[in-house]
């Protein structure tokens, strides 16, 4: 069994931890963590049953660690995370960084050229399983060993690196998009007269099951539009009225925004 070092127990360390025990990618007693805060350490080896006493002492730990995931903040002293893994990290170990904004060749330039390196970009629903992650490899990683792992916190994209700032813009920042949809749809049901209950009831199902419409039919959601709407129909003048919004470019100028700020961040 691989062994795994979490290098900062924060909130995505812990959301990728709890997928990965729930979908048995990774045993408890294959897990040990790092953090400046110890207690932090101590809350989620309680919380998940994490059972590896062997490498207490942060070098063993990472001597042992055939991946080591580094789980803090860009702001964070990444150098000097670099140099513990430099000391003490077996030369194949594979580092796994989710660190938002920086490059490949910036760990290259940290943890040396050889250093297998996988870039991670995770979204938010690690819980559900669903989502994409934005993975971009270094040349010397061998994925497939890799692969479960990742895939146990969402579905993996393999990106060229260059697409992971938009990717994160769009994708990761993405989810918000639906929640807030889902949120003023179900306002509309309300003002229209249904209960909060109903209303909001309708509204996810009606999200999953035009999801699953798209993907069983194949067809263009224009498409599935026009079947929807008969002449001078109910729904055609629905649309009619959200075409005279902005509904559409303000969607799509919020994305860009997202995907600027994205870039903005990952040059300071
Ligand atoms: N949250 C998201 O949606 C998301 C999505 C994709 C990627 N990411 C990336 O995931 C990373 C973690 O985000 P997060 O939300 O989990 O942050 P977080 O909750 O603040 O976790 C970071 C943890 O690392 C600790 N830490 C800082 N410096 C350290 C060091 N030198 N050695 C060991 N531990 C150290 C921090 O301790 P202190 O708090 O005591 O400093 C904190 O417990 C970030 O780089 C972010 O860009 C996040």
Redesign the pocket.
């Known amino acids: 069994m691989s062994q795994i070092h979490f290098?900062?127990?924060?909130?995505?360390?812990e959301a990728i931890i709890r997928a990965a025990l729930k979908r048995e990618a990774v045993q408890p007693d294959a897990i040990t963590l790092?953090?400046?805060?110890p207690e932090?350490v101590a809350t989620l080896k309680a919380r998940y049953a994490l059972s590896n006493t062997h490498f207490e002492v942060l070098p063993d730990a990472l001597a042992a660690a055939d991946y080591i995931v580094i789980?803090?903040?860009?702001q964070?002293?990444i150098p000097?995370?670099a140099q513990l893994i430099n000391q003490h990290a077996k030369p194949g170990a594979t580092v796994v960084s989710?660190?938002?904004?920086v490059t490949l060749a910036r760990l290259a330039s940290l943890l040396g050229e050889d250093r297998p390196v996988a870039r991670i970009?995770?979204?938010?629903l690690t819980d559900t399983g669903l989502g994409y992650s934005g993975v971009a490899f270094n040349a010397h990683v061998d994925s497939v060993p890799l692969m479960p792992f990742l895939e146990s916190f969402g579905k993996v994209m393999l990106l060229e690196e260059r697409l992971i700032d938009t990717f994160?813009g769009f994708a990761?920042a993405g989810v918000n998009y639906v929640y807030y949809f889902a949120e003023a749809l179900a306002d509309a049901g309300v003002l229209a007269g249904l209960t909060r209950a109903q209303s909001t009831q309708v509204v996810w199902e009606n999200l999953v099951g035009a999801v699953s419409m798209l993907k069983l039919s194949g067809l263009h959601p224009r498409q599935l539009m026009d079947i929807n709407n008969s002449p001078a129909g109910v729904g055609i003048n629905g649309l009619y009225e959200l075409n005279k919004s902005d509904f559409a470019a303000g969607l799509q100028s919020s994305v860009l925004a997202a995907v600027r700020r994205t870039t903005e961040l990952s040059g300071q």
Do not use: E, L
């Not at 989710?98 to 904004?101: F, P």
């Open positions: 290098i900062g127990a924060g909130q995505m360390t790092s953090d400046i805060d932090r789980g803090v903040r860009p964070d002293d000097g995370v989710i660190i938002a904004g970009i995770p979204n938010t994160t990761v």
